[in-house]
């Protein structure tokens, strides 16, 4: 049994006790632990760590816990350039593409929105969720923080906030979605690309005032929806605005000659 000493930082702490925020504190650890069975077993998911300095020098979660280590732990750094330092997985290549669990179906309609693919279904079990997330390649969005330790998922994202649009502006924040944002491009009901259509092969089945006001028309081929930019298009078009800001850094990581 050896002891080392933990620092969370930022909304990692929300996964610890109340007495374990924003503060060091000592754990004994099994011989041989690495630092992310570690982690894993304070009650941190894998998914959520970007860095990890082991008393000031940039580790991998394999790295072998031993007597005295000073372990610093850190989320995703938003703005932050964290490029000299040893990121713990790859950042995704290309366009990040979801899933998202079945109580995520709000979000999973904003992510569209903005022009993310991103599957969802309520049927989805964690068992088909996971194989999902590893098979295709996508980032696994949940609320349980169980499921994303299971082993094989690689990128995964726990949602901290309760509400869609709150949850919305965190992942923004995190991933960086702001730059790579294509508004209301796909279906919000069947993630497929929407196409522009001719309003006259519209007309028997529009509203009457909403062929009065309206020009403009998109359409899903899968399953026969139509779009137009209503007031909740401006309204939706205002929140996406509003979360593709650049998003605030959070703690640094100390320098490597400082305690965490």
């Known amino acids: 049994m050896v002891t080392a000493s933990f620092r969370f930082y930022d909304v990692l702490g929300d996964f610890l006790p109340r007495e374990r925020r ?6 004994p650890c099994a011989r041989e632990a690495t630092a992310k069975h570690m982690i894993e077993a ?39 350039d ?19 669990d ?36 996508r980032i696994l969005l949940t609320r349980d923080r169980a499921l994303l330790k299971r082993r094989s998922v690689e990128r995964g994202c726990y949602l901290h906030a309760l509400a869609p649009e709150a949850q919305l502006r965190e992942l923004f924040a995190r991933l960086r979605l702001g730059p790579g944002m294509r508004p209301f491009v796909l279906c919000l009901h069947c993630n497929l690309p929407l196409r522009p259509v001719a309003k006259v ?11 009065q006001l309206h ?6 081929d899968a399953c026969g929806r139509v779009y137009w930019k209503g007031s909740h298009h401006a309204r939706m078009a205002g929140l996406l605005q509003g979360v593709a800001a650049a998003p605030a850094d959070v703690e640094s990581p100390p320098t490597p000659d400082s305690h965490p």
Not at 84 to 97: A, F, I
Not at 201 to 211: K, Q, W
């Open 22 to 27: 924003g503060r060091a504190f000592g754990t």
């Open 42 to 80: 304070l009650g941190v998911p894998h998914t959520e760590v970007e860095l990890l300095l082991v008393s000031g020098v940039s580790c991998g979660f394999e790295h072998l816990l031993r007597e005295g280590d000073r372990v610093a732990v850190y989320p995703a750094f938003g703005m932050l």
């Open 82 to 100: 964290v490029r000299p330092l040893q990121r713990l997985r790859p950042l995704p290549e290309g366009r990040p593409r979801f899933v998202a």
């Open 102 to 137: 079945a109580h995520l179906g709000a979000l999973a309609r904003l992510l569209r929105m903005a022009g993310y693919d991103t599957l969802y279904d309520n049927h989805y079990h964690d068992d088909e969720i996971e194989r999902i997330a590893r098979e295709e390649g």
């Open 201 to 211: 092969e519209l007309l028997d089945r529009l509203p009457p005032r909403v062929a």
């Open 215 to 220: 020009q403009e028309f998109t359409t899903c």
